[in-house]
């Protein structure tokens, strides 16, 4: 036998999968070490898709860093601008109203819907059934095109707003909507009739990365991936926000922790979140939608600007006497349009300047001045200018102008701490952590973000297994690379 | 010269005669159903594309000509004017004959399948045992190709096509023995005589379970969905042509289609009695006996490969062991019980 052996040495076949297949959900990079067609050993690598978002959030304001949650977890974008704006209006102590609770409890179900449908969509494709795929988005696209009613964008959406949302939805979005809810459970059974029965694909599911309730909570699965091994865990009942107190649904879980089960729980997920948005719109209350707190929201902008400037470009001037040249502003200044030498008045060369205020905002001793109408003058016409006194309709609505600059650009003022704060969105639990050192951005932002998580789980499911066994492993963690990498 | 004269006497002239007349009637064939093998494949890609676009609330082609008629066509000449890789650590002379070898092997079959009762090329008497000979050359090339394109993702699909069209080959010979049995002949025109001559007038009654076995084997065989494994393009990106672009990919699709045509000709010969209703039919309805059997046979062909379409709208993908399983324990054992219910009936009755 040993003779045997020596004489017909094997030796593992290792294939690298990724980070370009079709079956990998973007650009996730596995190593397979495989006997045959078994696997042997995973190696997940991630970092494809690293945009650096955590880093990117210390240095803009609270409010400029919400578009950059859109482009974490991409096919479910309202969900994560929902975890952002509840996390950050946790940190401000503030409170959104309640029909913005609504609303934001309706778009995140809708989100939801929407990213449970494209994992079974692609889930199913993974598998082979081509058909599921179309239908899903199907109805999908009745969601987007919902989105884009309300905001105007169809996938990276930045509708919540710390504080509520960024405006009132319209009557024909909740016809729409409400029409949906009635016809969507139907769909779901379409969906089911082509899959859920199906020998074949019970054959390639139940069975497939099996993981016990214990070790699923070790490896620190949440949503409907650690749902499915029986583990009831939903932040939305254990630490309620927005409407999900007010509502009335179940969190369904599995009994086996296999691939079947995670599959069963998304889809009755699914119907539980179409009874949410059917519930949110009955109760929907009437009221504004943002918070009445102007020092740590964006109110709307006549609210911000009562008075704003007649359509005249302004100019930025350094008033000589004041400037004690320390430089600041020639350091700040991204267009390096203003030179001097230290500790001698600086001055700004007109033709280079951008006019974005930077210089304005950063100098400490009020030497920057603006000119409303002072663009494309000649610096003598705008000294002559700045020493006059502007007339006071004016100079106030260029007080409010820098006002409304300097509060987008330095963020509000925010008490110190460091508070993390959890929401349920469709791939589990997203968290934010902030530490605020007390200015408008953060001192260290950190996405806790269920992708990242599950990646790590790969090879604890799919080891001992066959390689289209892999492929159905990676379809039922539901990772999107976005949301891992960041 | 006397030698000569006794050879050439009026009844060798007039063997040469015929013999020449015989092969320009052959050429004449070939080109016929080579053209209609060709025009097959081009137009079955857009009846495929256009079923299962319907099926899944789609239009499927539609830019390129009425209804995307030209289509095929556009993409057999885009398929034409595209780059030819080849890939820089491939075994280059195997790698050029692989496809060549696949689509020849499945082209060869169509010279035995009888269109219609006096349209055949090659009327020979071990048809059926022809068909399976060639068809099991046809693996070589899904093998060589995986193993020349020095890839591993084609290596695995090669490996798995291999296997099981070998495996389902057994399960197809076996289940088309009862059919032997009861014409009592290989030769496909034989086959389809003999059915029309039987009470039922197709074996697709009394072989049921014969035909159940072959049609899923014939999936199978062929690489269609819910075997269509070697190519399982969401593990394996696309199996043994992964390598392959521009022509000598189209070789492959070629051959593909081919193969699902004697396939689903085969079905329809060996078991929907080819060119011919059956009796009751005719009876039935006397007026149908004017439509030309071609026209019946070819309706039979695409029926069968329609249900290849709908089956790729439905199902999902089984797994490789799965799919060696239901080979082996399931449709073997059903195929050779059938052979001995089949040769036990012969005998009694």
Request: glycine share 8%; charged share 25%.
């Given at each position: 036998m040993e003779q045997v052996e020596k004489i017909f040495e094997t030796r593992e076949l290792n294939v690298n999968m990724g980070p370009q297949h079709p079956a990998t959900h973007g650009v996730l990079r596995l190593v397979l070490d495989m006997d045959g067609e078994t696997i042997a050993r995973?190696?997940?690598?991630?970092?494809?898709?690293?945009?650096?978002?955590?880093?990117?959030?210390?240095?803009?304001?609270?409010?400029?860093?919400?578009?950059?949650t859109d482009r974490m977890d991409y096919v479910s974008s309202m969900s994560n601008n929902i975890g952002y704006v509840v996390a950050v209006e946790k940190l401000f102590g503030i409170e959104a109203p309640e029909r913005a609770k609504f609303i934001r409890t309706i778009v995140g179900e809708m989100s939801r819907i929407s990213n449970h449908l494209l994992w079974l969509a692609t889930h199913a494709l993974d598998i082979g059934a081509m058909t599921v795929f179309?239908?899903?988005?199907?109805?999908?696209?009745?969601?987007?095109?919902?989105?884009?009613?309300?905001?105007?964008?169809?996938?990276?959406?930045?509708?919540?707003?710390?504080?509520?949302?960024?405006?009132?939805?319209?009557?024909?979005?909740?016809?729409?909507?409400?029409?949906?809810?009635?016809?969507?459970?139907?769909?779901?059974?379409?969906?089911?009739?082509?899959?859920?029965?199906?020998?074949?694909?019970?054959?390639?599911?139940?069975?497939?990365g099996v993981i016990s309730a214990e070790e699923a909570v070790n490896w620190g699965l949440t949503g409907p991936t650690l749902r499915g091994?029986?583990?009831?865990?939903?932040?939305?009942?254990?630490?309620?926000?927005?409407?999900?107190?007010?509502?009335?649904?179940?969190?369904?879980?599995g009994t086996e922790g296999d691939t079947y089960d995670r599959y069963r729980c998304r889809m009755l997920e699914m119907r539980q979140s179409n009874k949410i948005i059917r519930q949110c719109i009955e109760k929907l209350p009437p009221g504004p939608v943002m918070a009445d707190a102007p020092k740590f929201t964006l109110q709307p902008k006549d609210k911000m600007m009562p008075i704003t400037h007649p359509t005249q470009e302004h100019a930025f001037f350094i008033v000589e006497k004041a400037c004690k040249g320390c430089g600041m502003c020639l350091r700040a200044c991204p267009a390096k349009a203003i030179f001097g030498e230290k500790k001698k008045p600086h001055t700004i060369k007109q033709e280079l300047?951008?006019?974005?205020?930077?210089?304005?905002?950063?100098?400490?001793?009020?030497?920057?001045?603006?000119?409303?109408?002072?663009?494309?003058l000649s610096d003598e016409k705008?000294?002559?200018?700045?020493?006059?006194?502007?007339?006071?309709?004016?100079?106030?609505?260029?007080?409010?102008?820098?006002?409304?600059?300097?509060?987008?650009?330095?963020?509000?003022?925010?008490?110190?701490?460091?508070?993390?704060?959890?929401?349920?969105?469709?791939?589990?639990?997203l968290g934010f952590y902030f530490v605020s050192d007390g200015t408008g951005k953060p001192?260290?932002?950190?996405?806790?973000?269920?992708?990242?998580?599950?990646a790590g789980v790969l090879p604890r499911l799919s080891v001992g297994h066959l390689v289209a066994d892999v492929i159905a492993v990676i379809g039922t963690i539901d990772i999107v690379l976005g949301e891992c990498d960041r | 010269m006397d030698i000569f004269a006794n050879i050439i006497t009026p009844q060798t002239l007039d063997a040469l005669i015929k013999f020449g007349i015989n092969v320009a009637i052959i050429i004449i064939k070939i080109a016929v159903v080579l053209g209609?093998?060709?025009?097959?494949?081009?137009?079955?890609?857009?009846?495929?594309?256009?079923?299962?676009?319907?099926?899944?609330?789609?239009?499927?082609?539609?830019?390129?000509?009425?209804?995307g008629l030209l289509q095929p066509i556009a993409d057999g000449i885009k398929l034409f004017f595209k780059e030819d890789i080849i890939p820089a650590e491939a075994d280059k002379p195997v790698f050029y004959l692989a496809p060549v070898i696949f689509m020849a092997a499945s082209m060869i079959n169509l010279a035995v399948i009888p269109f219609s009762s006096n349209f055949v090329i090659a009327n020979i008497n071990v048809g059926l045992l022809f068909i399976f000979a060639i068809a099991g050359l046809g693996v070589y090339g899904i093998f060589i190709s995986g193993w020349a394109s020095n890839s591993k993702y084609a290596f695995l699909g090669g490996l798995r096509s291999s296997a099981q069209v070998i495996s389902y080959e057994i399960a197809i010979g076996l289940s088309l023995v009862g059919v032997m049995i009861k014409a009592g002949s290989l030769n496909l025109t034989d086959i389809v005589n003999a059915q029309e001559a039987s009470r039922y007038g197709m074996y697709a009654i009394p072989q049921i379970v014969a035909f159940v076995v072959f049609t899923i084997a014939a999936v199978a065989e062929t690489n269609r969905t819910p075997f269509d494994l070697p190519e399982a393009e969401s593990e394996l990106v696309a199996g043994y042509f992964v390598e392959y672009s521009g022509f000598r990919f189209a070789l492959f699709f070629l051959g593909e289609y081919i193969a699902m045509f004697i396939m689903a000709s085969l079905a329809a010969v060996c078991f929907l009695g080819g060119w011919t209703l059956p009796w009751y039919v005719t009876k039935a309805l006397p007026f149908l006996t004017y439509v030309p059997g071609i026209v019946w046979f070819l309706l039979k062909v695409y029926a069968f490969i329609f249900f290849y379409y709908w089956i790729r709208a439905t199902v999902p993908r089984y797994r490789y062991d799965q799919l060696m399983a239901i080979g082996w324990k399931i449709l073997i054992p059903i195929a050779l019980a059938n052979i001995l219910v089949t040769g036990l009936v012969k005998i009694l009755v």
């Open positions: 995973v190696t997940p690598y991630i970092g494809y898709l690293h945009r650096g978002i955590e880093k990117l959030g210390e240095s803009l304001s609270y409010f400029q860093a919400l578009p950059l179309l239908y899903c988005f199907r109805e999908r696209e009745w969601i987007l095109e919902l989105f884009e009613m309300i905001c105007g964008a169809r996938l990276t959406v930045t509708y919540p707003r710390v504080g509520g949302v960024r405006n009132d939805v319209p009557q024909e979005f909740l016809d729409s909507l409400y029409q949906f809810t009635e016809e969507f459970p139907s769909r779901i059974l379409e969906y089911e009739t082509l899959i859920d029965q199906n020998r074949i694909w019970l054959k390639r599911t139940v069975g497939i091994s029986g583990v009831p865990y939903d932040v939305r009942k254990h630490a309620p926000y927005d409407a999900y107190d007010k509502v009335d649904f179940e969190v369904p879980i300047c951008l006019g974005c205020a930077t210089c304005y905002v950063t100098c400490k001793f009020k030497a920057m001045t603006i000119v409303p109408g002072g663009k494309g705008l000294a002559e200018l700045a020493a006059t006194p502007l007339p006071e309709e004016i100079a106030k609505a260029s007080e409010y102008l820098v006002k409304h600059f300097e509060f987008i650009r330095r963020g509000p003022k925010v008490p110190d701490g460091e508070i993390y704060v959890a929401t349920e969105v469709p791939k589990g639990e001192y260290r932002m950190r996405v806790r973000a269920p992708s990242f998580v599950h | 209609i093998g060709l025009l097959h494949v081009a137009y079955a890609t857009y009846f495929e594309r256009k079923v299962i676009g319907h099926m899944q609330v789609r239009l499927g082609p539609m830019r390129v000509g009425p209804h």
